[in-house]
């Protein structure tokens, strides 16, 4: 165990039973490479990692045929060329992403494909015959638009049935998706779009959420008059408000295709054909866009959906997300291991505190997955998932989005997992957008410990690299990739000689992926992931993560949210500042000062008390709930609040005023009266 000051990191909290282990597909598919590929049957989840890492191509060989991916491979080499990123998957080969999600179409057209809800009232399902004849529909609306191979369609859409449909059907034409949520303000997706200059924009006039409406049409004649090469605007009456004013052609949705004849058929592409372009959080710059090929995404989410989540077609998947972030798209996902995906648009926590529970429990969700924070504040605000609701389909919770600390591992083992009565897996995951996939991740063979991530995945060369670049374990260092994986990107949008792509991920270790996250390796093969490495923290030459921090001051029942920054730069010691909204209203006083000095000294070490607490009425966050921590750090450095991250690629930007030097209350004041924060 990791022990910090009585609060033990590494408890086992579920072990897999003899039962469960061997019906898990990964146990399947290990005694498939033994059966069919010649390879030894490993004995443990280790000896399984070690030989996908070995042998990548022939790894990804294995899981193209274990899944039976739809798709011509062809004979060349799975893995051509290097150092990464000069490296070439399936050369030869041709998939489409669209005719392995509808897959189940053909063979059981009934089967539940979808299931959705809005704090708008909308409620309903699809089958995967329906799914199938309504991406027809929309795929022959957009040819008669003009859209064919290599075009971008986007999407300023919650998340409900529109978007999966329109990704699928320009999947299907060989067309490039990318989309935005319409919590977006104009300017930050305008920055986003703009980059790609779609050919037709599919867009919502408005949404709802929290018991309120939002009219987004100025928005969206906004992003539309914005938009270079910009033929057509699609719209959705999600809302009821009517269609937005705009200069380019406009079609309803309901309208696109109509009456064509709409046989459904699939443009087979070349394997790493872009398939979506993903964007970097663009708080502090231009978004980065991400392209990901057709073959690449395919592979690694039936590997992590079939063999890491073991989700098959008997599960109902569920992911709280918005099509703003990654986990959309692995959402989306679960289709291509047949499973039901349930889609979710609005407020996890309102009318009430479990409303997202319930949602689970009525649709006997098997699989539901989260930002780490929801579980915090469901945590935090008492919330008692298995009292209140059956749950007893579930099966297992995933969380993403930032390190889970031990206490909400154990808060799902005590208030959610319960009601399973029996196995239950809680997949504490780490990767990113880069990939659209994780890294490190649970795995049906491995035990679930506090605080602690179960593996490195499969496929996922993961090492620490300390400051010499050197791989350790047992200690803190840069996490990276020393061999590719398929999900990497194709490339960045307008970066025709990559340097913008390389810069990104290989200019400190050349031929080696750097991601930006301090992580911890395990001599058992366990990880924690420390925050962000450009975030980092230098005490006395000691580099600290942040995730230590909110793991003992967020454990306080007076404190709601926190946030730490080091103000030092190259050469130069700064001062270690926290930022807290205190709980219920109270004030940050110095009983609570002293609190959590000395919560911080006895649970890490006397280089964590900082310099400074501060109170402040919120902590900015991402629109997928990530803290800004390094622009806050700019802000304190002299960059003005203008400048230091996009308004619009925020959750909550009018908290970022507090952090100027000159507003910032005292370390014994106050600042306004600030609640817990809304669950996810």
Not at 56 to 72: E, I, K
Not at 446 to 470: M, T, W, Y
Not at 582 to 609: C, F, M, Q, T, Y
Request: charged content about 20%.
């Amino acid at each position: 165990m990791i022990s910090q000051a009585g609060r033990d990191y590494g408890e086992t909290l579920w072990a897999p039973s003899a039962a469960f282990a061997g019906s898990a597909r990964m146990t399947h598919y290990a005694r498939w490479l033994s059966a069919e590929r010649g390879v030894t049957a490993p004995g443990s989840y280790d000896e399984l990692w070690q030989w996908s890492v070995a042998d990548p191509g022939r790894f990804w060989t294995s899981v193209w045929d274990y899944f039976d991916v739809l798709g011509q491979r062809g004979d060349g080499p799975a893995l051509a060329g290097g150092p990464m990123p000069e490296v070439t998957w399936f050369a030869g080969a041709t998939v489409n992403y669209a005719r392995n999600a509808l897959r189940r179409a053909q063979s059981d057209p009934g089967a539940t494909a979808v299931i959705y809800e809005s704090d708008t009232g909308r409620a309903g399902q699809l089958s995967y015959g329906e799914l199938a004849a309504q991406v027809a529909r929309v795929r022959a609306g957009l040819r008669a638009l003009g859209v064919g191979r290599g075009d971008r369609v986007a999407g300023y859409l919650p998340n409900a049935p529109e978007a999966v449909i329109a990704l699928l059907a320009s999947a299907s034409l060989g067309a490039i998706w990318t989309a935005c949520s319409p919590d977006f303000g104009a300017h930050s997706v305008i920055d986003r779009f703009a980059q790609t200059a779609p050919r037709v924009l599919i867009a919502v006039d408005g949404y709802a959420y929290g018991g309120k409406n939002f009219d987004r049409r100025a928005e969206v004649a906004q992003i539309a008059a914005a938009l270079p090469g910009l033929e057509a605007l699609v719209t959705i009456d999600y809302l009821g408000a009517g269609r937005p004013e705009s200069a380019v052609p406009g079609i309803g949705w309901d309208d696109l295709g109509a009456g064509a004849a709409a046989g459904l058929e699939f443009e087979e592409v070349p394997f790493e054909h872009p398939l979506w372009v993903l964007y970097s959080s663009g708080t502090t710059g231009l978004p980065k866009p991400i392209v990901h090929g057709h073959g690449g995404i395919v592979l690694e989410h039936v590997k992590m959906l079939g063999l890491h989540q073991d989700l098959s077609a008997a599960d109902v998947f569920l992911w709280y997300t918005t099509t703003g972030w990654m986990m959309w798209n692995y959402l989306v996902g679960g289709l291509l291991v047949g499973a039901t995906v349930v889609l979710y648009d609005g407020h996890p926590g309102y009318p009430s505190a479990d409303r997202l529970w319930a949602y689970v429990a009525r649709e006997r969700v098997t699989y539901a997955g989260v930002g780490a924070p929801y579980l915090l504040a469901c945590r935090q605000n008492g919330v008692r998932p298995a009292a209140a609701h059956d749950l007893s389909a579930l099966r297992g919770v995933g969380s993403t989005g930032s390190p889970l600390p031990p206490e909400g591992f154990r808060w799902v083992y005590d208030e959610v997992a319960p009601a399973a009565g029996g196995d239950f897996v809680l997949g504490s995951l780490s990767g990113g957008t880069d990939v659209c996939t994780a890294f490190v991740g649970p795995a049906p063979l491995l035990p679930v410990r506090a605080g602690i991530i179960s593996g490195r995945c499969l496929g996922a060369r993961v090492e620490s690299f300390d400051a010499a670049g050197q791989p350790v374990t047992g200690e803190v260092g840069e996490l990276v990739l020393t061999q590719p994986m398929p999900s990497m990107p194709v490339g960045f949008w307008n970066d025709p000689g990559g340097e913008r792509y390389r810069a990104s991920y290989y200019a400190d270790y050349p031929g080696t992926w750097r991601h930006g996250d301090w992580l911890m390796i395990l001599p058992d093969g366990g990880c924690v992931i420390y925050g962000r490495s450009d975030a980092t923290l230098n005490r006395g030459g000691v580099r600290m993560g942040t995730s230590e921090f909110y793991r003992v001051v967020e454990a306080l029942p007076e404190v709601a949210d926190s946030l730490v920054v080091d103000t030092g730069q190259l050469g130069q010691e700064g001062r270690l500042i926290l930022y807290v909204v205190p709980a219920g209203g109270r004030e940050l006083d110095n009983a609570l000062v002293s609190e959590i000095k000395g919560a911080l000294r006895a649970g890490l070490s006397p280089r964590h008390v900082p310099d400074e607490i501060r109170a402040v009425p919120g902590i900015p966050r991402t629109l997928s709930g990530k803290k800004l921590e390094v622009p806050v750090r700019r802000i304190l450095l002299g960059t003005p609040v203008a400048d230091a991250a996009d308004p619009d690629a925020l959750a909550n930007p009018e908290v970022l005023g507090y952090f100027a030097p000159s507003d910032a209350p005292s370390a014994a004041s106050s600042g306004p009266p600030s609640g817990p924060p809304e669950p996810g």
